[in-house]
RNA sequence: UCCACCGUAGCUCAAUGGUAGAGCGCCCGGCUGUUAACCGGGUGGUUGGGGGUUCGAGUCCCUCCGGUGGAGCCA
């Protein structure tokens, strides 16, 4: 007998086939039976009357606990009143193992340290197998949208020597007798080096912050996406990422839009986001904020608050642009025009998701950066490499890194990041 | 680190300082198409730990532990 996924059955409809997977509910009453199965591909019910030849099988299907990992045989019949369309009409069940006591998590309220506590049993409920399914397509299309630009895939350090931007927040081991190394918070230094090797790079992986940060924007470790090109300048840039973003959005429709239905995402609001995106510069949103009644002042850095009051205003993501330069990290390029702004910009998810993209053009000019690196108090031979890609043929270059979880809970209409990951690791939280 | 809130049955939550309860789950029975099935019966407690006030504490006070949300910082 043909072993089929749940995604393929309706390509099997009229056919006898068996379905390796798990009991997800059970209902019967004393003459038929419903079981709703699952096998990591979909949820389907599969159904048995009652009659003189099945009696033995009726009673064990109705006898069957949640959890159950089974091997379902039967004919697969359209029906209108399955969920899905499809059932299985069963004929033969083989229990490969009933659970040894009653699974945790079941039809009912559950708050969310019990959840989290169980975290490696709660993936295989049906709303985290939505959003894990929308994760892994995110990422797939972020690969495809670099992949078919000639992107080439660089993948930088999680150990690293030096530490990045911020000399705070990271977080320090022991690499044998060494010394100390910590553990990456980006990689775009190595992004920069890559780019002048191999003109467009990107990377995707995880990133390690040692901030005590507890709130529905923060993980302790997050996957980021960066990319950095060379010879692209601040409106490259923007460009870049407003397409990427599109990209991705317009690929999620197209191949996971069922999952976003199934968690109640309301697709219309997806559907307009394509570019151009709405631009404000820094100085607009300051404006703008004080008209609101925030207590915020030019040089200030916006918080949460701010960036959701922003983010209000639009339907689509939002570019804040040109920050004060002592606001920001000390390698953007400033703005010719005006030196006490760079040429920086971030990206506001709508509905009020926060921050999904940092970007800058990046200093290129060796004796601008080493001026900003004493400036910012950090210590020169930290950065003895990354300097020497200002002495070598150096070109105006410039990126931007991509959060995949607050990406992922803005497009899933999540309201915490922590579902946008399958095993987040949070403030006091590694276990599982 | 700081601020706020929370901790009572397996889970989600009630209980004016005065006999610890409900719904769900679970177990048993019933029900011929269920969709969070339904109906009947049963099961269920060191009220997070310690100390204190009081005739009497789940409730008030102190302290510790754990959790949630937020601030700062950031993706």
Redesign the pocket.
């Known amino acids: 007998m043909e072993w089929v996924y749940i995604e393929d059955i309706a390509r099997h409809a009229g056919k006898e086939v068996e379905i390796k997977g798990w009991v997800w509910?059970r209902?019967?009453?004393?003459?038929?039976a419903?079981l709703h199965l699952r096998d990591g591909t979909g949820f389907m019910?599969a159904?048995i009357?009652k009659t003189n030849d099945n009696e033995e099988l009726f009673e064990r299907v109705r006898k069957l606990?949640?959890e159950s990992s089974v091997v379902a045989r039967g004919t697969v019949r359209e029906?209108p009143?399955?969920?899905g369309g499809y059932?299985l009409v069963l004929n033969d069940l083989v229990v490969v193992q009933e659970p040894v006591e009653?699974f945790?998590i079941?039809?009912?309220?559950?708050?969310?340290?019990?959840l989290?506590d169980h975290r490696h049993l709660w993936i295989r409920s049906k709303r985290q197998f939505h959003i894990l399914r929308v994760r892994h397509e995110v990422i797939r299309a972020i690969r495809e949208f670099y992949n078919e630009r000639g992107f080439v895939l660089v993948d930088t350090p999680i150990f690293t020597g030096s530490v990045g931007e911020?000399a705070g927040?990271t977080f320090e081991l022991d690499y044998f007798d060494y010394g100390k190394v910590y553990l990456a918070q980006t990689g775009q230094l190595y992004l920069e080096a890559a780019c002048m090797a191999l003109g467009k790079v990107y990377n995707l992986g995880p990133t390690f912050?040692a901030?005590?940060?507890?709130?529905?924007?923060?993980?302790i470790e997050?996957w980021?996406n960066e990319a950095e090109v060379a010879y692209y300048e601040h409106e490259d840039n923007i460009r870049l990422q407003e397409e990427l973003v599109s990209f991705v959005v317009s690929k999620i429709l197209e191949r996971a839009s069922t999952h976003l239905l199934e968690i109640g995402r309301d697709l219309k609001k997806l559907e307009k986001i394509e570019p151009p995106f709405p631009r404000i510069t820094y100085d607009e949103a300051i404006d703008f904020l004080k008209k609101k009644g925030f207590g915020i002042d030019w040089g200030d850095?916006m918080?949460?608050?701010e960036?959701t009051a922003i983010s209000l205003e639009f339907e689509k993501p939002v570019i804040i642009e040109r920050y004060p330069r002592m606001a920001k990290a000390f390698y953007m390029q400033p703005d010719p025009d005006r030196p006490e702004v760079v040429l920086c910009n971030?990206m506001i998810a709508p509905e009020g998701y926060?921050?999904?993209?940092?970007a800058s053009q990046r200093i290129h000019d060796y004796d601008l950066l080493v001026e900003r690196i004493r400036e910012f108090n950090l210590p020169l031979e930290n950065y003895d490499w990354y300097l020497d890609l200002r002495k070598y043929g150096t070109v105006p270059h410039s990126g931007f890194?991509l959060?995949v979880?607050?990406t992922v809970s803005w497009i899933c209409g999540l309201d915490?990041?922590r579902e946008a990951i399958p095993f987040p690791r949070m403030l006091?939280?590694l276990k599982p």
Do not use: C, W
């Open positions: 509910r209902r019967a009453s004393g003459r038929i419903f019910q159904v009357e606990d949640i029906d009143r399955a969920p059932e009653p945790p079941r039809k009912k309220d559950h708050g969310i340290d019990f989290m911020s927040n912050r901030e005590k940060s507890k709130t529905r924007r923060h993980l997050f980021m850095d918080g949460g608050d960036e971030d926060g921050e999904i993209i940092g890194g959060g979880e607050r915490h990041v006091y939280r």
